[in-house]
Nanobody, 115 residues
Framework: QVQLVESGGGLVQAGGSLRLSCVASGRSFSSATMGWYRQALGRQREVVASVSSGGRTNYADSVKGRFTISRDNAKNTVYLQMNSLKPEDTAVYYC?????????WGQGTQVTVSS
């Protein structure tokens, strides 16, 4: 059973940076599309960024130019580098592994950006 464990969240001032990490157990990591999602209080969960097994990346318009997703298959880890953070980036951030049968979610990590 695949498990995803996120880390790296916290409190940061606007304009600051954070790097989120997600370590995946299981053998499927290198062949899976990985994603970062976020859910702000009272809002629906939304995709932030994704990276395919081949390294192709996609970003939500709201984070383009500020966030970078990357993966290290040797470490079964996906990262989200977040720069120029804004208060509206405040949310719980979830790591996800997209597989043919659905999506596997991590437990989430809180990111709070103060103005």
């Amino acid at each position: 059973q695949v498990q995803l464990v996120e880390s790296g969240g916290g409190l940061v001032q606007a304009g600051g940076s954070l790097r989120l990490s997600c370590v995946a157990s299981g053998r499927s990591f290198s062949s899976a599309t990985m994603g970062w999602y976020r859910q702000a209080l009272g809002r629906q969960r939304e995709v932030v960024a994704s990276v395919s097994s081949g390294g192709r990346t996609n970003y939500a318009d709201s984070v383009k130019g500020r966030f970078t997703i990357s993966r290290d298959n040797a470490k079964n880890t996906v990262y989200l580098q977040m720069n120029s953070l804004k208060p509206e980036d405040t949310a719980v951030y979830y790591c996800a592994e997209i597989v043919s049968g659905g999506t596997i979610w991590g437990q989430g990590t809180q990111v709070t950006v103060s103005s």
